[in-house]
C-alpha cells in the first residue's frame, strides 16, 4: 500500500483480536478463491475467516428442489456432471468437443436433474476449457490467480441443507440467500413451477427450519421479486437486497429515476455491482471517488450493500485483462493494495452496510480493524 494514515491505521490493528462481523458476506460461501463455490468447503473457509453473514444462490431441480448453485445452468463448468454418464445425457446442450470451426460446448442446468441427482455431483473450480476435445479435459479452465489445489470433489448443498451448515457454525452467523433469475434455456413458467411460486418456496424453505427474519437478508436481480416479497411477506421483504448490474450511462440513468419508485414500493436495500458505485475523480483525477449512483441512493434513503470483492486478478493486470469489477476505476488501478483504499471510499466515504468478498479474511480484517458491524436485522421496517 501506499504511505498514509490509512495503512497505518491498518497497520495498528495487526495484533487486535479479529471477531465475527456481519458487514463480511461470503460471496458463494467466501472461500471462492481457493473451493469451489456454493459448496460445504466455501463456506466453512467463509465462516472460519469471520464472515457474519453467508450466501446461498438459489436454483431449482427438474423436481422442484431447492439448491445452492450460481446459475441454473452452471452445472458443465462447476461441478463433475459431464464425467457422469448417466447424468451427461439429461444435459439441455451434451458436450460436443472442439472441432476446427468451434470451441466445446455443454449446457447442464438444474432444472435437467433431479434434487437426488444433484446430491452426487462434486464441486468444482469453475471453469471450463474451451479446446478440450474430452469430458476430461472440459473440466479444466480455472483462472490462473485462483487455485485447484483442493478441487477434490466439493460437497453440493440444497437450501436446507445451507440453513442447516450455518446455523451448525459457532458464534452468530445469517443468511443471504439469492433467488436466482431463470436463464432463457430455462423459461418461466416451467413445468407449471411459476416465479411466484419459487419465490414463495423460497421463503418457505426458512419458515419451516424456524429461521427469524431478521437474520436473513433475501436478494434478487428481479425487482418483482423484492416486491413479491414486500407484499406477501413483509418481514422477509423488509430486508431484501435489490441486487443491480447496469454497465451502460443509458441504465444508470434508468435506474437512478427508479430509486425513489423502489424506494416508495418499501425497498430498503440496494446491492450494486463495485463499478457502479465508484468513479475517478479528485484535484488530479487519480483518485477513487464515490459515483453519482452511489450518491443517489443514498439520498432515496437505501442502504448498500455492494458485491463483489476479490473476484479480480492482480490489480496491476485489471486493465489489459479487462475486470469487470475494477472497470470504472482500471485507469488509475496498479497495485493489490488498492483493494484496501476501494475499501475505504466505500465504507467511509458513501456508506455501505455490507460487502460480499470471494475471501472474507481480507473484508474481516478491515472490518475489525474500523469496528464495523454490516447491516443490522430487524431494523426495516
Given at each position: ?7 497505518e ?5 495487526e495484533?487486535?483480536?479479529v ?9 458463494r ?8 463455490e456454493?459448496?460445504?468447503q466455501?463456506e ?12 446461498c444462490d438459489v436454483a431449482?431441480t427438474g ?7 450460481h446459475?441454473?445452468c452452471d ?8 464425467l457422469?454418464p ?5 444435459c ?6 472442439a472441432?476446427?470451426t468451434?470451441?466445446?460446448k455443454?449446457?447442464?442446468?438444474t ?5 437426488a441427482?444433484f446430491?452426487t455431483?462434486?464441486?468444482k473450480?469453475d471453469g471450463?476449457n ?7 479435459d472440459y473440466?479444466?479452465g ?5 487455485t485447484?489445489l483442493?478441487?477434490?470433489c ?6 436446507n441443507?445451507?440453513i442447516?451448515?450455518?446455523e451448525?457454525?459457532p458464534?452468530y452467523r ?5 433467488l436466482?433469475t431463470?436463464p432463457?434455456q430455462v423459461?418461466m413458467?416451467?413445468?407449471g413451477?411459476?416465479?411466484q411460486?419459487?419465490?414463495?418456496d423460497?421463503v ?13 437478508w433475501?436478494?434478487?436481480?428481479l425487482?418483482?421479486?423484492?416486491v ?5 411477506d413483509?418481514?422477509f421483504g423488509?430486508?431484501a437486497?435489490?441486487?443491480?448490474e447496469f454497465?451502460s ?5 434508468a435506474?437512478m ?10 425497498v430498503?436495500?440496494i446491492g450494486?455491482a463495485l463499478?457502479?458505485?465508484v468513479?475517478?475523480?479528485?484535484p488530479?483525477n ?6 453519482d449512483?452511489?450518491?443517489a ?5 437505501m442502504?448498500i450493500i ?8 492482480p ?5 489489459s485483462?479487462?475486470?469487470y469489477?475494477?472497470g470504472t476505476?482500471?485507469n488509475?488501478?496498479h497495485y493489490?493494495?488498492q ?7 466505500l465504507?467511509?466515504?458513501i456508506?455501505i ?6 475471501w472474507?479474511?481480507t ?5 475489525n480493524?474500523?469496528?464495523?458491524k454490516g ?7
Open positions: 500500500m501506499t504511505d498514509g494514515p490509512l495503512k491505521k491498518l497497520q495498528s490493528c495484533n487486535k483480536p471477531s465475527i462481523t456481519g458487514f463480511t458476506i461470503g460471496h460461501g467466501g472461500g471462492t478463491l481457493q473451493f469451489p456454493e459448496t460445504v466455501s466453512d473457509a467463509g465462516a472460519r475467516m469471520g464472515a457474519g453473514i453467508l450466501e431449482f423436481d422442484r428442489g431447492l439448491v445452492c448453485r446459475d441454473l452445472l458443465h463448468t462447476t461441478t463433475n456432471i459431464l457422469k448417466e447424468l451427461a445425457k439429461k439441455t446442450v451434451p458436450f460436443t468437443p472441432n476446427a468451434a470451441p466445446a455443454a449446457l447442464c442446468c432444472s435437467d436433474i433431479t434434487i441427482e446430491g455431483l462434486c464441486g473450480q471450463f474451451a479446446s478440450a476435445l474430452t469430458p476430461q473440466q479444466h480455472t483462472p490462473d490467480w485462483r485447484e483442493y478441487d477434490s466439493g460437497k453440493l448443498l440444497t437450501l441443507q445451507y442447516d451448515l450455518v451448525s457454525y458464534g445469517n443468511f443471504t440467500p439469492e436466482k431463470p432463457p423459461p413458467p416451467f413445468k413451477y411459476t416465479q411460486q419459487y419465490a414463495q423460497f418457505e424453505a426458512f419458515r419451516n427450519k424456524s429461521i427469524d427474519p431478521s437474520r436473513i433475501p436478494q434478487s436481480f425487482y418483482d421479486d423484492v413479491f416479497w414486500l407484499q406477501h413483509h418481514q423488509a430486508q437486497i435489490y441486487l443491480q454497465d450511462p443509458e441504465d444508470i440513468a435506474g429515476k427508479n430509486l425513489s419508485i423502489a424506494r416508495a414500493a418499501g430498503n436495500i450494486p463499478p457502479m458505485l468513479t475517478i475523480g479528485g488530479n487519480d483518485t477513487i471517488v464515490p459515483s449512483y452511489a450518491r441512493i443514498k439520498a432515496n434513503g442502504d455492494a458485491w463483489t470483492f476479490e473476484r479480480s486478478g490489480l496491476a493486470t485489471v486493465k485483462r479487462k475486470e469489477y475494477f476505476i482500471a488509475i488501478t493489490d493494495g483493494y484496501y483504499e476501494l475499501l475505504d471510499v465504507v467511509h466515504q456508506g452496510k455490507g460487502l460480499f468478498t470471494d472474507a479474511a473484508v474481516t480484517y478491515f472490518a480493524c474500523f469496528g464495523l447491516p443490522v436485522g430487524g431494523s426495516y421496517t
